[in-house]
């Protein structure tokens, strides 16, 4: 996810020295002030603090994968999740600062179910939706987190409303539908629905590859 902009450029009251008509130094009120935050803009501060937290945490996961030596797995993935605790904290400021920031209530729903927290984070999705009820990385990581709770029919929705609007997101939660039919192997029919969506994806892989590299997943 991107880093969002602010609308707004923090403001000072540039307080010009009092005029004198009698002469005398500098009175009160020269001094410049910070005008108050605006809240959005608040907001939005608080959730690009949470997004290089995230950063953090996607770096120590990908070295947690590619580490080899077992003395140091636990610390890699103590700090992928104290990385994620931060991002979720700020993603909670930014919510509080701006009720109406659906982005913020994606990744927070993204860092809780990397977590575990997979109610937590699919009540966060859910509030972000009714905001935005197109934003596709919300709708793909509500999927992921149905998955995650077993609700595979609910998920195969997720994925539908993507496959019809979002075929990139579509890509990365159908990947993960993959993943969890290999682990769940007694469930004969989500394997074959995965088996007969499998045909559809081959034929559109390439074309969705470059995009899919600027989109976390993990």
């Known amino acids: 996810m991107k880093h969002l902009a602010t609308s707004l450029a923090m403001a000072l009251f540039a307080s010009a020295a009092l005029a004198s008509g009698s002469g005398g130094g500098g009175g009160m ?15 939005v501060g608080y959730y690009n603090s949470g997004e290089r937290q995230l950063e953090k945490a996607t ?24 990385s994620l605790e931060n991002a979720a904290a700020d993603f909670n400021r930014a919510i509080k600062a701006d009720p109406n920031l659906y982005q913020a209530y994606s990744e927070l729903g993204f860092c809780l179910r990397k977590l575990g927290h997979y109610d937590e ?11 935005e009820p197109r934003w596709a990385p919300a709708i ?30 579509a890509d990365i939660l159908f990947d993960a539908m993959k993943a969890y ?38």
């Open 29 to 43: 009120g020269s001094t410049p002030q910070m005008q108050p935050r605006d809240p959005h803009e608040q907001a």
């Open 140 to 169: 793909e990581y509500r999927g992921e987190a149905l998955l995650g709770l077993g609700r595979v029919d609910d998920a195969k929705a997720s994925y539908q409303a993507l496959f019809d609007g979002d075929r990139v997101r």
């Open 121 to 131: 984070a699919l009540a966060t999705y859910d509030k972000g939706l009714a905001i």
């Open 181 to 218: 039919s290999a682990d769940h192997k007694d469930d004969a029919a989500f394997a074959k629905w995965v088996d007969e969506r499998s045909a559809i994806h081959a034929q559109t892989a390439a074309s969705t590859q470059a995009a899919r590299a600027d989109i976390r997943s993990w």
């Open 59 to 82: 770096k120590a996961n990908a070295d947690l994968k590619a580490n080899t030596d077992a003395s140091k797995a636990d610390g890699l993935k103590s700090r992928r999740d104290k």
